[in-house]
C-alpha cells in the first residue's frame, strides 16, 4: 500500500523557474552582409582556402592544444557526471557474504557455524522530484559541456590562422623592407661617388648615408619579428621548427582567405549556431532544475530496502539450509528542524539562476557585437583596399619619377628621400590592410560558431573528442 501511494506520488515533481528564457536578440543585422548572406559550411572552412599548409597547422593546433584538451576533460567529467547522477534514480544492489562462528558456554549448547550470502537492494523513491533535478541539471550541463569543447576548438583553430597571416604578413613586409634598403644602399653608393666628383655637397652624402642605415635597421627588426612570429606558431601547433620553417619556404601565400564567410539575414539563425550562447543556454536550464531540486530537499522522502538470502547453520555434525528475505523498512523522512539550512539552498539556487540569466543574456549581446564588428570591419576593409592600392600606385609612380630625376642630376636627395618615405608608408599600409581583412574573416568565422550545429552536435563531438 505504501509503495503503491509512493508510486502515485511520482508525479507530484517540483518545477523550478523557467529552463529557457528570452535571448533579446535584435531583429536584425545593422551591418551589411558578405554575399548577400549566403550561408556556407564552416566546419570545413579551412580546408576551403586554398592553402594547405594553414589547414594542416590548425588541425595540429587542436590536436596539440591544452585548451581543447581540458574542454575535453571537462566533457568526459560531464559525461560521468550524468551517469551518476542518472544512477540515483535507480535501486541500488550490494551481495554480501558472512560467516560467524560461535561458541556457547554451556555445554549442551554446541558450537556452531552460521554462513549467509544475500543480495541487499534499497531504493529512495523520487516523489518529490530531488534526483530527477540533479539528473537534469547534470544533462544540461553535459550537453554545454559539448559545446564548449567545440568553442574550444574554434579559439585554438582562430587564434593559428591570425599567428600564421600575421607571419605571412610580416613576410611580405621583409620583403619591402628588404628591397627599401637595398634602394637606399644603392642611392647612397650613387651619392658617394658623386660627393667624390665634386657634384654633391658633403651633407647630402651624410644624408643618403643614414637613409642606408636607416633602410637597414628596419630590415633587421621586420627580420626579427618573422622570427618571433614563427616561434610563436612552433608553440600553437608543437611542429617541429626546421620542419614548419621548411614547409613555408615551400611557397608564398595570400594574405586573406581565398573563400568568405555567408551569415544568416536573422541573428537569431546565426546565434544558433554558437556555442558558447548554447552553452550558457544549458547553464540557465540546470540552474533551474538546481533550483527544483532544493525545493524538494524541503519535502518528505521514502526510501524502501530489502534482502534475498540463502543461509546454512552448522551445529553439532549437522546442517540446517534455509531461504531468507526481507521487506523493509519502509522508511519516511520528514524535514522538521535544520535552522533555515535548506531554504537558504533555496535562495542559493534561485540566485544562481538569475546569474545564469543574467550571463546568458550578456553573452547574447557579445555574440551580436562581434558579429556585427566582424561584418563592420570587412565592409571597411574592402572600401580601404580599394584606396589604399590606388594610392601604392602613385607613390611607387611618384618614386620613380623622382629617382629617375636624382640620377639624371635634375632632382635633390631630399626630393629623393621623401617620394620614398612616402612610397615605403603605402607598401607597409597595403600590406596592413590585407591582413586586417584576413583577420575580420577569421572573426566572422568565430562570431557564427565556426561551423558547430546544435542539432547534430552530439555524435560529431563524441566521435572527435575520443581521438585526442
Known sequence: MTLAVALALGGCALSGPPPVVESKEPAQWHAPLPHGGTV??????????????????VEAAQVASPTVAAARSRLAQAREQRVAAGAALAPTVDAALTSTRASQQSAAMPTNTTSQGYLQASWEIDIF???RAVR????????????????????????????????????????????DAASRADTARLT???????FEAPASLALARASAADGANREIAQRAQCEVDVKTLVALTAVPEPELRSRLAAGAADLSPAQGIGIDALPAQTLAQRPDVFNAEREVAAASFEVAGARAQRYPRLGISGAIGR???????????????????????LPIFDAGRRRAAVAAAQERYEAAVTSYRGSVRQAVSEVEQALVNLQGTDLRAVQAQAALEGYRASFTAAEDLYRNGMGSLLQLEDARR????????????????????????????????????????MTNASNP
Open 40 to 57: 556556407t559550411q564552416l566546419s570545413g572552412w579551412w580546408r576551403g582556402q586554398g592553402d594547405p599548409l594553414l589547414a594542416e597547422l
Open 129 to 131: 522530484g530531488a534526483n
Open 136 to 179: 537534469d541539471a547534470a544533462q544540461a550541463r553535459y550537453e554545454g559541456a559539448q559545446a564548449g569543447w567545440h568553442d574550444a576548438r574554434v579559439s585554438v583553430a582562430a587564434d593559428t590562422a591570425n599567428t600564421y597571416y600575421q607571419l605571412r604578413a610580416c613576410e611580405r613586409l621583409l620583403d619591402v623592407a628588404r628591397q
Open 192 to 198: 658617394e661617388l658623386t660627393a667624390q666628383a665634386g
Open 311 to 333: 543461509g546454512q547453520i552448522r551445529a553439532a555434525g549437522e546442517s540446517v539450509t534455509a531461504n531468507t528475505w526481507t521487506i523493509g523498512p519502509v522508511q519516511v523522512t
Open 422 to 461: 612616402t612610397r615605403l608608408a603605402a607598401e607597409n599600409a597595403m600590406i596592413a590592410v590585407q591582413r586586417e581583412r584576413s583577420a575580420a574573416w577569421i572573426a566572422l568565422y568565430r562570431a557564427a560558431g565556426g561551423g558547430w550545429n546544435r542539432d547534430n552536435s552530439n555524435a560529431s563531438v
